[in-house]
């Protein structure tokens, strides 16, 4: 029979009832002769409660050693997830063993708290397999060529999940969840969201990366790397649903290629609150301004987004990025004591009152007239764009954060990604 990953989030591991019924899950598709790897993730609010803890401790000045210890710490959650489901299998009669990540191990670089997996050595798991057991991993974590524990950032367990499948050559890994599958955007916000059957890996990315929660984008680009089938479903249907009946249920994350691919212009509407806004201004034109910008901001270890560099006037340009909105005060930080000095520039300023709104599909490459229509209904409502980015398959604006749910009510509609008739 085929081999499967299960992965399974914080919520659904959320109370010793739910590990249960995610045991009675995991039960049925090993006695239908599947072989089962589980990564679960920590019990829902154990990650906060354990680095709020922290918090109270640690020191002003967050280094290396800091970041280390946090590793240390927040790894704890997934290793009790790992060994309440593995007594929870063994209580169904499945013969069960859990690892945390450096057992198996699933070995990462030295970047704690955002940490990459480079290897994972399957023989350890291979060999629980073909013994007859489930094998449970812990997500999120992993371990460093030093022996020191890791991490992978938030939703982390994610791409464990996928990198393990990706290792042991999985038939498909199972991401269950508290959504029955990707949506055309967040129902909270537009009731009238539909939900995908099927989904490409590169819209998927798009909308990973544009903010969309259901899954991790380093997930998915270890799943498009690696070719591994993605399913998201819901951890909350019933547990002994027929196993056909599970397998095809939620949003297969498949190939662009796949004939069986819905193909709307516009697939979905991705929307991301974490922004916040740079400008260095007075910037003197000339080469290798962007470089001392943004090289100090990356040797921060501090992701950019969107960036703009305005026409130059007397030899001074304005230049900006967009960054998480966790990362806003360091950066100004940065730029106000190292940067802007060095640069000659006037000054910098930031903005942590905006909003990324997205609109991505397949479709679009074969299709003109879409951003255009995307910048008509904003106007039409009266929404001002700061900022402006795009690709073949996505169109992105900055615009003020009051105006997000309107601007994603309003493209939704203007796109008609209600109907199913534009079903991607």
């Known amino acids: 029979m085929a081999l499967i990953v299960h992965k399974y989030g914080g919520t659904s591991m959320g109370s010793t009832e739910r590990i249960r019924n995610v045991a009675r899950r995991v039960a049925k598709w090993a006695r239908a002769g599947h072989r089962m790897v589980v990564v679960p993730s920590a019990m829902s609010g154990e990650t906060n409660r354990l680095l709020g803890l922290a918090k109270e401790l640690q020191p002003a000045k967050v280094d290396a050693r800091v970041l280390r210890e946090l590793d240390t710490i927040a790894s704890t959650g997934e290793q009790v997830s790992v060994g309440l489901l593995a007594l929870a299998l063994q209580a169904e009669g499945v013969d069960a063993i859990s690892y945390t990540g450096w057992q198996v191990p699933v070995r990462t670089d030295s970047a704690y708290t955002k940490a990459r997996i480079t290897s994972i050595d399957d023989a350890r798991v291979r060999a629980d397999l073909d013994a007859g057991r489930v094998v449970i991993i812990t997500g999120f974590q992993g371990v460093d060529d030093a022996g020191h524990l890791t991490t992978l950032g ?10 393990v499948a990706a290792a042991l050559k999985a038939d498909e890994c199972l991401i269950y969840t508290d959504v029955d599958g990707v949506y055309t955007t967040d129902p909270r916000i537009v009731p009238e969201a539909r939900r995908l059957h099927t989904v490409s890996f590169e819209e998927m990315l798009e909308m990973a990366s544009l903010g969309s929660k259901v899954l991790q984008i380093r997930s998915v680009e270890f799943a498009g790397k690696y070719r591994v089938p993605l399913r ?8 002994d649903i027929p196993i056909d009946e599970e397998a095809r249920s939620g949003t297969l994350i498949t190939f662009e290629e796949d004939e069986k691919m819905e193909q709307a212009v516009v697939s979905g509407i991705a929307f991301n609150r974490d922004e916040a806004k740079v400008t260095v201004l007075g910037v003197p034109d000339k080469p290798g301004i962007a470089y001392q910008i943004l090289g100090a901001v990356a040797d921060a270890n501090i992701d950019v987004d969107m960036i703009i560099q305005n026409v130059s006037h007397d030899g001074k340009t304005d230049f900006s990025f967009t960054v998480h909105r966790n990362d806003h005060a360091r950066v100004m930080d940065l730029l106000k004591n190292k940067v802007v000095p060095a640069l000659g520039a006037r000054e910098v300023i930031g903005d942590s009152r905006i909003c990324k709104v997205s609109i991505v ?10 951003a255009a229509k995307m910048f008509r209904t904003l106007s039409e409502e009266g929404i001002n764009i700061q900022m402006i980015s795009t690709s073949e398959i996505k169109t992105s604006v900055v615009i003020d954060e009051k105006y997000m749910e309107l601007a994603v009510r309003a493209l939704h509609r203007a796109f008609e990604l209600d109907q199913e008739a534009a079903a991607a």
């Open 154 to 163: 938030r939703g982390g367990s994610d791409t464990s999940a996928v990198a």
């Open 232 to 239: 998201v479903l819901s951890s909350f249907t019933d547990w």
């Open 361 to 370: 599909g397949i479709g679009m490459k074969s299709h003109v007239g879409v």
